[in-house]
T-cell receptor, first 114, second 112 residues
Framework: DVKVTQSSRYLVKRTGEKVFLECVQD?????MFWYRQDPGLGLRLIYF???????EKGDIPEGYSVSREKKERFSLILESASTNQTSMYLC?????????????FGPGTRLTVT | GNSVTQMEGPVTLSEEAFLTINCTYT??????LFWYVQYPGEGLQLLLK?????DKGSNKGFEATYRKETTSFHLEKGSVQVSDSAVYFC???????????FGTGTRLLVSP
């Protein structure tokens, strides 16, 4: 079974802090994704990566950056956390195959910025 | 552009009732379609998928048929259980692209 793990289930940070959210997958997937989930808005893509050291902006990259130094690990960085970044953050991974592009999700990190 | 529209929730049903959650899409090409489910406190799991027109995806008693003529992928289940209470997301992806486009999600609440 594919396993995607995220470093924390719950996180509370103060405004202005630098925040790191870590995601690790164990299936040698090329693609990794960071989403945020908010009520009434569904999932919105922040950043994604096709390969090590590769990154692409998603739909809402402002205020975020990412790092992918190893294939299995994809980090989301909030350079200076703000209260409007309070949200559920979901990591996912996938590998291209037979036109399905299924994504496998981690359990999520609920971040509260006070 | 590419987008997915789902019916707003919550959908509230009694156990053993019939479920339909509507999903329609707009896509510039020929998408693959998915239903994901999120149980309380968990991440999303793929529930079922369909990759071409008239395909029927099915899993755990849930079904959805890819209808190109109506650009729809409605989720159905003949008899829901309390354990089906969750948020359901319809999504699409286009051949050659790696990104999923999600709907806003529909919360299902099933009471005994």
């Amino acid at each position: 079974d594919v396993k995607v793990t995220q470093s924390s289930r719950y996180l509370v940070k103060r405004t202005g802090e630098k925040v790191f959210l870590e995601c690790v997958q164990d299936m040698d997937h090329e693609n990794m994704f960071w989403y945020r989930q908010d009520p009434g808005l569904g999932l919105r893509l922040i950043y994604f990566s096709y390969d090590v050291k590769m990154k692409e902006k998603g739909d809402i990259p402002e205020g975020y950056s990412v790092s992918r130094e190893k294939k299995e690990r994809f980090s989301l960085i909030l350079e200076s956390a703000s209260t409007n970044q309070t949200s559920m953050y979901l990591c996912a991974s996938s590998t291209p195959g037979q036109h399905t592009y299924e994504q496998y999700f981690g359990p999520g990190t609920r971040l509260t910025v006070t | 552009g590419n987008s997915v529209t789902q019916m707003e929730g919550p959908v509230t049903l009694s156990e053993e009732a019939f479920l339909t959650i509507n999903c329609t899409y707009t896509a510039t090409g020929y998408p693959s379609l998915f239903w994901y489910v999120q149980y309380p406190g968990e991440g999303l799991q793929l529930l079922l998928k369909a990759t071409k027109a008239d395909d029927k995806g099915s899993n755990k008693g849930f079904e959805a048929t890819y209808r190109k003529e109506t650009t729809s992928f409605h989720l159905e289940k003949g008899s829901v259980q309390v354990s089906d209470s969750a948020v359901y997301f319809c999504a699409l992806t286009l051949t050659g692209f790696q990104k999923l486009v999600f709907g806003t999600g529909t919360r299902l609440l099933v009471s005994p």
